[in-house]
């Protein structure tokens, strides 16, 4: 299964939420897990898991049409929670709109070896990205509760459904809310026309302290967002025996 984050605009967590919900996945569901940073340039998701990899996502690019797959694991980098990470390059050109098929080779070879795959799209809908969300069975539109991030989703939205992504497998997540906001979720819901599939809660000091020291926000201490990342993880668990990707 391959669950692709897409924020609408640049900061709203995408990485927070694709790295601590593929750790997640890994401890609930005990199964074969890989987290990929598919930004252009040094990307974040090895940060947050603090890893330093000698191989990156443009190995695999680059060796995609001869990579033998038994040789694939070795090109990883794994965390101590099980989670296997491929990290973005410090390459800010690449992956470029010549890498898409690429792209493609690396999914085909990836779905073979794991059970879940999380990707980090960013916050650019570009070629590359395009073909994450078409190798994908759900997309995670990601928004914070302000008027810039939903102006941007529906915009987004819109623009993923053109590409020919269809509406079920589209799902809308919240992210850092409150119960202090201006808008509310029902306000939320009615001006996009459909509800809010996934809400987190803003908690600025546990992801700061998980990040600071390169670990899962599940480890750091007990709080909410910690039992919202299980009961994502077991959702997409429980979705996993649903309808084969087409």
Known sequence: MVITFLGTKGGTGTTTLAVNSAAELCRVS?????????????????????????????????????????????LLSRHECGLDVLVAADDFARPSPADAPGIERVMELLRRA???????????????????????????????????????????????????????????????TSDVEVLTVSQIEDALGRHIDHRFTSDYRTVAAALNTGVPVAWVRPSILKGEFERFARGLVGSQAGTPHA
């Open 30 to 74: 005990g199964q074969r897990v890989l987290v990929i940073d598919l930004k252009a340039g040094s990307g974040d998701v090895g940060l947050f898991l603090g890893l330093r990899s000698r191989y990156s996502l443009l190995d695999l690019l680059d060796q995609s049409g001869w990579l033998d797959p038994a040789v694939v694991p070795s």
């Open 114 to 176: 794991y059970d879940f795959i999380v990707i980090d799209a960013g916050s650019a809908l570009s070629s590359c990205s395009a073909t994450a969300l078409h190798a994908s069975d759900q997309v995670m539109l990601v928004a914070n509760p302000d008027v810039p991030c939903l102006r941007n989703l529906q915009r987004l939205r819109d623009m993923v459904r053109l590409i020919g992504i269809p509406e079920e497998r589209l799902r809308v997540v919240l992210n850092r």
